[in-house]
């Protein structure tokens, strides 16, 4: 919503406010302004001058040397290259010393362009005449500037006056950030009310008169509304004997303002009184209209209609049409039709401004894919009893303007009139919502000026229809704060009952795994929850896995953007190959996010999202690397026990013979792997990948902050060295599972520190060496109590046929 | 014998003095003061003197033996005190060279935010809460005062999987799944993903962050909501950062209102960084709507409470000085390790 001051001013008298001023407390009242721009900025020493004289350049063809009357008694001497002047012709003239906006070619300079006093080709100018353009505007929104050349004032011009008075630019225009509640602020008449409100001046609304002849309009058309859910008031009247013309320079004055180009006086009304009361309204040419009657009624199925652009429009039972005894003549609130829109031709005119249903509007206009000025208003849902009003004052200006004869009477249905609420004044409610101790005095006072009434009798607030956003206390109580002023709203802390701050135990573990993470040098990724389906057979998903069934966006953005990821993983490797094609070394990232598992395809019901903690890194670092991570962070969240790594994990995406799933007292709790390399080279990475994947809600089910002190042991630990000889197929997991059965109470920890395979051992086998460290709690161990503890182990090991290098 | 002591201690101090490193220096002591030393021969030959001048000599002895003990000591300080020198004056590095680091990773800037911004809150007592991102239309509209056909749908882009669940565009609907578990006073904060149907580029993203926060209590006023968010701006931006509440319209409060803070760049005097204003917007807020009391299980006479909403990616690009929000989500490396 824009509106220029000048109008607000004309609507507001005593309003005398820089343009600063205003937009800070209009802000603060709750009119948001986002901005302004000051259409004079960069225009100064403009006068208007008339052309005395014009003699020829002698040494230039193109030039032309004028003497001109500012109106300050002696003629001063321009030169320009402007073709279009004449002798006798009243121009703007800048000043030795003043500015213009910009050039000839409509392109503005920031601080405009300062005109000094110089020689052309040798001659002495003192100033300049300029175009339209040069004044910070277009020919869009003054019609009579010439297309080329310097603009040319009206015969009664007043020489030696401001020539940006005369052009209406002393103004400003504001841009301001409406909300939806406040339908009635999307008129220049609501602003002026709050700006009235704002600065405690008057509102003088325009004065509407009654129009029309002695004719009567139901002699030249009858209105029938079929659904009047959806049309609650349809207004309409006749203007006869038109005559088009340009309309005066005071309106094409305030449209141009507002960015909206003057066409001629019928069009100018319609947007005029559109931007006064926020009202749209629709002109059809009304010998056009069949059976000389409008039938508003809905479309019916596969009804198509070309619109006023030319276009041919898809219609159905939704949506509300304006017709003719034969045919529609246009779609309600949204455009009119080809068929009966004005021409130049135009006689007599059929006017029309109603009432359609918001939301069926903004439904319609999104189905036919049609959004129009008119119908971006209609669909905020507008107060019915405005729509006469605006009818009247545009037959108002019709008249005023002389441009046709307005008929007697409306037409106007309206079979329930909105009447305005009744909402009970209750101060003290308001106060203790507020924080405030405002008196009942002052709020009446806020009401008054944003015409609210008040009946004293019943203590009732009277609402007026055109605030429909004003329903309950809250509602009332806002508007006492705004006018009260947010500013002086005491600060307070609230002091009730107190509670305690804390995170919830998930978020705390995943506090620790994103400081656990750190500490072994990955940093903090974050990826898109959405992705594409094509990511499956990137990571070489199989096309019956449960992982492609996914929550799918039924709009979304694009099909990169459509599937609920279901697995982590693409995110991270589009990260670490983003990392890789910038030429990154070691990178280690992790990422903490959700995946989407449907309980159901197509869902029904709301999916599971289970966050995973994702590590991925290349470059320095191994398999062993991350899995110490991975176990780094187990045990800082008290996850003691043994930690199971299966081989046999079945990831189509990791390498077959380096991954494992991760279990914890039996239960899978991720997996971790190099990253297969079909599937690195789908990223673009040549490196290898490694990549570990936990699933946090298992971990919070498992993890604890408790913690219990063990005795530290006073006697000292004895050790063991073993080596041996291992078939490859037997893990280091199993020896050490030997190691923890069989090993008895007083085997303390063991280490493995030596792996060996190659020429020095017989192919199909391995090397492995193990320490081993005993230690008794009560007690200084014995040489027995060693031998007997190794003995079983050995014995145990020699049984899975491992060879003992002694 | 005189003498002879006389002549030891001269040769054993010109010796001393003439010692230039710790090896001859015990040289010295070794050849006067040592088992066979000449000092050592000196008292061995006591019993060559008379009786009664025995314990004068042995004085003098005694004497000159300390006279040299002083003087090897002192030489030995002063050696060692040379020789110390000289191996710091050879020790010296050159300090400027390369810092041999410890890889360690670095936090996202959005978490480094959200985690201050959880601090702040902690400390006022409040809980930090989550709720499902793929949510219940119920909970992300209609229980927050926007109806079906509500235009405010429409603005905030939603993405549907059908008609019954979205991806949620706010963290408001925690505020409802808070207030349905009927257990009052609440303090909430409710970190968490968003989404709405926006194209990429520097300024927009069809997923960012918001932290909702929620009060609800008894005697609950918009000035003790002007308190606690002024309260948060400083802790937030500086103790010196002023803030202005301007009205506004959401659905789900009434009174409802944006809070603006003073430009942490230039103190309010206005820059490039706020576009000259001064001042930056920072959340939305308000009374938390009756209507939407009521829906929760909550009688809006008896209860009242406000809520606020703060994008997490706006304070992490402003408090960062980050000018595309497309490098939060790149995950580059040399991004990542800046925080």
Not at chain 1, 1 to 10: E, F, G, R, V, Y
Not at chain 1, 171 to 188: G, L
Not at chain 2, 269 to 298: A, D, T
Request: glycine letters at 8%; aromatic letters at 8%; a negative charge.
């Amino acid at each position: 919503m824009n509106t220029s001051l000048a109008w607000i001013k004309a609507l507001v008298p005593g309003l005398s406010v820089t343009e600063q001023e205003y937009m800070d407390a209009m802000t603060l009242s709750g009119s948001k302004v986002e901005g302004y721009k000051k259409l004079d900025a960069d225009l100064d020493k403009i006068v208007i001058g008339q052309i005395k004289g014009i003699k020829p350049h002698p040494d230039a063809d193109k030039l032309i040397i004028c003497q001109v009357d500012v109106g300050a008694g002696e003629n001063i001497q321009i030169v320009t290259g402007a073709p279009n002047v004449s002798e006798g012709d009243k121009v703007p003239v800048v000043l030795e010393g003043g500015r213009v906006a910009g050039g000839h070619d409509g392109n503005l300079t920031p601080g405009g362009i300062k005109i000094k006093k110089g020689k052309l080709r040798g001659v002495e100018s003192c100033g300049m005449m300029c175009s339209i353009e040069e004044l910070g505007s277009a020919r869009d929104f003054y019609p009579e500037a010439p297309e080329y050349g310097i603009y040319i004032f009206e015969p009664d011009a007043k020489v030696g006056s401001d020539a940006i008075e005369a052009l209406g630019l002393h103004d400003a225009v504001f841009e301001y950030e409406i909300t939806s509640n406040r339908v009635d602020c999307f008129a220049v008449l609501g602003i002026a009310r709050e700006a009235a409100a704002t600065f405690h001046k008057e509102f003088k609304p325009p004065v509407v008169t009654k129009t029309g002849n002695d004719e009567d309009v139901n002699d030249y058309i009858k209105v029938t509304v079929k659904d009047h859910e959806l049309c609650s008031r349809y207004t309409a009247r006749v203007v006869k004997n038109i005559h088009l013309a340009p309309s005066p320079k005071w309106m094409q004055h305030r449209l141009s303002a507002q960015g909206i180009r003057p066409i001629n006086n019928l069009v100018d009304i319609t947007n005029y009184v559109m931007l006064e009361y926020g009202q749209p309204m629709h002109a059809y040419d009304l010998d056009t209209i069949a059976g000389k009657e409008i039938i508003v009624r809905r479309a019916s199925a596969d009804e198509t209609f070309v619109t006023l652009d030319g276009q041919e429009r898809k219609l159905d039972e939704s949506v509300l049409m304006i017709c003719d005894a034969d045919k529609p003549v246009g779609i309600a609130g949204i455009m009119g039709g080809e068929n009966s829109m004005i021409t130049d031709n135009v006689k007599t005119m059929l006017f029309e401004a109603a009432c359609f249903d918001g939301t069926n509007i903004r439904l319609s206009s999104k189905k036919i894919g049609l959004r129009t000025d008119a119908s971006s208003i209609f669909e905020k849902g507008l107060d019915p009893n405005n729509a006469m009003e605006a009818m009247d004052r545009a037959c108002q200006l019709i008249e005023e303007l002389g441009a046709g004869e307005v008929v007697g009477g409306a037409v106007d249905i309206y079979p329930v009139k909105k009447e305005g609420r009744r909402i009970p004044f209750e101060p003290e409610k308001y106060n203790r919502l507020l924080g405030t101790e405002i008196s009942k005095e002052d709020m009446l006072s806020y009401f008054k000026r944003l015409e609210l009434g008040y009946d004293e009798a019943s203590n009732e607030l009277l609402i007026p229809s055109w605030r429909q956003d004003l329903e309950c206390d809250a509602d009332i109580a806002e508007e006492v704060a705004r006018f009260f002023g947010y500013d002086n709203i005491p600060t307070t802390l609230p002091n009730g009952e107190a509670t305690t701050g804390k995170l919830s135990f998930k978020l705390r573990i995943e506090e620790v795994a994103r400081d656990i993470a750190e500490f072994c040098g990955f940093s903090q990724g974050m990826c898109y929850s959405f992705e594409s389906p094509k990511v499956f057979d990137k990571l070489l998903i199989p096309e019956d896995s449960d992982l492609r069934k996914t929550v799918t966006i039924s709009n979304p953005l694009g099909e990169d953007f459509s599937i609920m990821r279901t697995i982590s993983l693409n995110g991270m490797l589009t990260s670490l190959s983003t990392n890789y094609n910038r030429r990154n070394k070691d990178v280690r990232l992790y990422e903490l996010g959700n995946i989407y598992l449907p309980k159901q395809v197509p869902v029904t019901e709301l999916p599971e999202e289970r966050m995973q903690f994702t590590l991925g890194m290349y470059g320095e670092g191994d398999f062993f690397t991350l899995k110490g991570v991975v176990e780094e962070f187990l045990t800082k969240i008290g996850m003691h026990e043994k930690i199971e790594y299966d081989p046999n994990a079945g990831k189509p995406y990791l390498h077959p013979g380096r991954q494992a799933n991760i279990s914890y007292a039996s239960k899978v709790i991720g997996y971790i792997g190099e990253v297969h390399p079909t599937v690195a080279s789908n990223y673009a990475i040549k490196d290898r990948v490694y990549v570990a994947v936990l699933d946090m809600p298992e971990i919070v089910s498992q993890a604890s902050f408790d913690r219990k002190y063990q005795g530290i042991a006073k006697f000292p630990a004895a050790t063991r060295d073993i080596s041996m000889v291992v078939p490859r197929n037997i893990l280091a997991g199993d020896i050490e599972k030997v190691f923890d059965s069989k090993g008895g109470a007083y085997l303390e920890s063991y280490k493995l520190f030596d792996i060996y395979e190659g020429t020095q051992i017989r192919l199909g086998y391995k090397s492995l060496a193990y320490s081993l460290t005993f230690r008794g709690k009560e007690k200084n161990l014995e040489e027995a109590d060693i031998t007997g503890a190794m003995d079983k182990i050995l014995k145990e090991l020699e049984g899975m046929g491992i060879e003992l290098r002694k | 014998m005189k003498e002879k002591l006389q002549k030891i201690k001269e040769e054993a101090m010109n010796r001393i003095a003439a010692s230039d490193d710790l090896t001859k220096l015990n040289d010295v002591r070794v050849a006067v003061l040592g088992k066979k030393g000449e000092l050592t021969a000196v008292l061995k030959s006591m019993k060559d003197v008379l009786p009664e001048e025995r314990p004068a000599f042995g004085q003098l002895v005694n004497e000159v033996r300390s006279e040299i003990e002083d003087k090897l000591e002192n030489a030995k300080k002063a050696l060692e005190a040379k020789e110390l020198e000289l191996r710091l004056q050879n020790e010296v590095i050159d300090v400027t060279l390369p810092a041999k680091k410890n890889k360690v990773g670095h936090r996202h800037p959005n978490t480094i935010a959200l985690e201050e911004v959880e601090r702040i809150f902690i400390g006022m007592g409040y809980e930090v809460v989550e709720g499902p991102e793929v949510e219940l239309d119920y909970y992300n509209f209609e229980a927050l005062n926007i109806p079906a056909n509500h235009p405010a749908k429409d603005e905030q882009d939603t993405f549907y999987i059908n008609n019954e669940i979205v991806l949620r565009t706010q963290t408001s609907p925690v505020q409802v799944r808070e207030m349905e578990k009927g257990k009052l006073p609440i303090r909430m904060i409710a970190p968490g993903r968003v989404f709405r149907a926006d194209e990429v580029d520097a300024t927009h993203s069809p997923s960012f962050h918001q932290i909702e926060g929620l009060v609800i209590d008894k005697h609950i006023t918009f000035s003790d909501l002007k308190g606690t968010l002024e309260e948060f701006a400083r802790e937030l931006f500086g103790p010196d950062t002023k803030v202005k509440f301007r009205p506004h319209h959401f659905p789900f409060t009434e009174p409802s209102a944006e809070m603006d803070v003073t430009c942490f760049k230039c103190g309010g005097k206005g820059c490039r960084f706020c576009k000259g204003e001064g001042w930056i917007e920072i959340l939305g807020c308000g009374m938390v709507h009756p209507r939407v009391l009521r829906m929760s299980g909550i009688d809006p006479e008896e209860y009242s409470g406000f809520a606020f909403g703060v994008g997490l990616e706006r304070i992490a690009l402003l408090k960062y000085e980050i000018d595309d929000m497309r490098l939060l989500y790149e995950n580059d490396d040399r991004f990542l390790k800046q925080f």
